[in-house]
């Protein structure tokens, strides 16, 4: 009995990959929008120069030393 829905699963999903196949499929590109793509852009842009800043060392003064900010010692 189980033998009998696998090999009609199987026959079933074989059907449709050979009608797939068959009718192969072509790609259309859409429409380019030019200023949502300029959005996201920037969006992406910032995004980026905010995750660098997170990330970046710190400046050192111009004294030559690093600044720290206040510490938790610090009134």
């Known amino acids: 009995m189980f033998d009998k829905i696998l ?3 199987a026959i079933a999903l074989i059907g449709h990959l050979e ?3 068959e009718r ?3 790609g ?3 429409d380019v929008d030019v200023g949502r793509l300029s959005r996201a852009g920037a969006r992406i842009r910032d995004w980026m120069r905010k995750s660098s800043r997170v990330h ?3 400046e ?8 720290e900010g206040k ?3 610090a009134d």
């Open 7 to 9: 090999a009609a699963v």
């Open 19 to 21: 009608k797939r196949m």
């Open 56 to 58: 970046s060392r710190p």
């Open 24 to 26: 192969g499929s072509l």
């Open 71 to 73: 510490g938790v010692d």
């Open 60 to 67: 050192p003064d111009q004294g030559g030393a690093v600044s």
């Open 28 to 30: 259309r590109d859409g």
